[in-house]
């Protein structure tokens, strides 16, 4: 496989990106090139990028060291997983080929771990009889995901929610009204001006105030950075809910390969009333589904709060060899 800078990833994002849309398996969102280019020295650690690239695929990976000395294969995307590091047509040749070019390089690394594989594809097989010449091989489960069909629109996407669920949204939308809250969505815009605006709204939230959010350190960095990202490749969902021209809440998103990815919503914490966070992700939704750029809503981590907007859990695993 020929070795790549992140530079040359960059500027071949756009037929990196077409592999990973023709995946069936993967995390699509999570493994294209706006989220794992935005990943190192932000959510990921500083190394030495493992990049490559084959008439079997890609691999993207980083090399890094820990606290310890041990020198860490692993994925470009540290902080959660999602990305899977083998993208291509042939997970056979692809999982033989990555096996090689570690073998080639034996003598500059001593784990591999590997995150975001299909728990049921047969990427994992592959690397299972991969030469990894000896090695302690281990499989070990991964993240897992909240994910729901957008079959038959908002509408059929409703139906197959709980009565309860559907009336709290009914709800949202009756409190929006009366409290005159008007939504602005953006597909397009100056990304500098917007991530201003999220973070305005960030920082009067819940999250912000007790510093869980997006609002600084390296996951305000991650998506400074990706967000322009997904502004220049058209993938950008951004909603506001604003009264009287103030931003009251954002619901951030993306479509990538079929799937609306929910990426960070906050509201303003003296507005807890309205349901704002209900509000913005229902009309998220609604956009999506008249654009018809998507097939799925992968709402990321699973959680509780999450599941009821979601209908399968979808679970990758991780590879551990040393």
Known sequence: MKPLTLAELEAAAEEYDAAVAAGDDTDRFCTASHWILSAPGSVSSWGEPWLRRGAAGWATAL??????GVRVVGSLEQMWGFACPLVGPDPERLAQAFAQDLALRRR??????????PADGPLVGALAVA???GRLFEVTPGIVRNVASLRGGLDGYLARRT??????????ERLGREAGVVLEHHRTG???????????????SWKGQQ???IEAGRMREFYTRMLPRLERAGR?????????????????GGVFGGTLRGLQQSYDA??????LGSLCQLHLLRITCMDGDAERYDLGMDKDYKRHWAERRVQTVNLLAR
């Open 63 to 68: 090399l890094r060291r820990t606290a310890g």
């Open 108 to 117: 500059e690394w001593d784990v591999v771990h590997l995150c975001g594989l």
């Open 131 to 133: 030469p990894f010449h």
């Open 163 to 172: 009565r309860v669920h559907r009336k709290a949204l009914r709800r949202a």
């Open 190 to 204: 100056d990304p500098e001006a917007l991530m201003a605006r999220i973070q305005e709204v960030e920082l009067r």
């Open 211 to 213: 510093g869980v959010g």
């Open 236 to 252: 950008l969902r951004l909603v506001f809910a604003q009264r009287d021209d103030r931003d009251l809440a954002y619901c951030l």
């Open 270 to 275: 003296e507005q807890a009333g309205l349901s």
